[in-house]
């Protein structure tokens, strides 16, 4: 499972969502994060045997942060 965790300066956690899957199974990774036209772009495998990419607004993310 993957979780969204916001750092500080001093790598003390300030805040972290739940555990979630991207797709439902028990093999994935996740790859990357990137700002992109102010959303964000998640980077990830499923499978071992597919790649995607997953366009998220950071509203959406920093409301399941504070859920």
Request: charged letters at 25%; hydrophobic letters at 40%; a neutral charge.
């Amino acid at each position: 499972t993957h979780r969204f965790v916001h750092w500080n300066k001093e790598f003390q956690p300030l805040s972290y969502s739940d555990d979630f899957t991207f797709m439902g199974t028990k093999v994935e990774f996740a790859c990357g994060l990137a700002e992109w036209k102010g959303d964000l772009l998640m980077t990830f495998g499923f499978q071992d045997n597919a790649a995607y990419i997953l366009r998220c607004s950071k509203k959406v993310v920093k409301d399941y942060m504070n859920a």
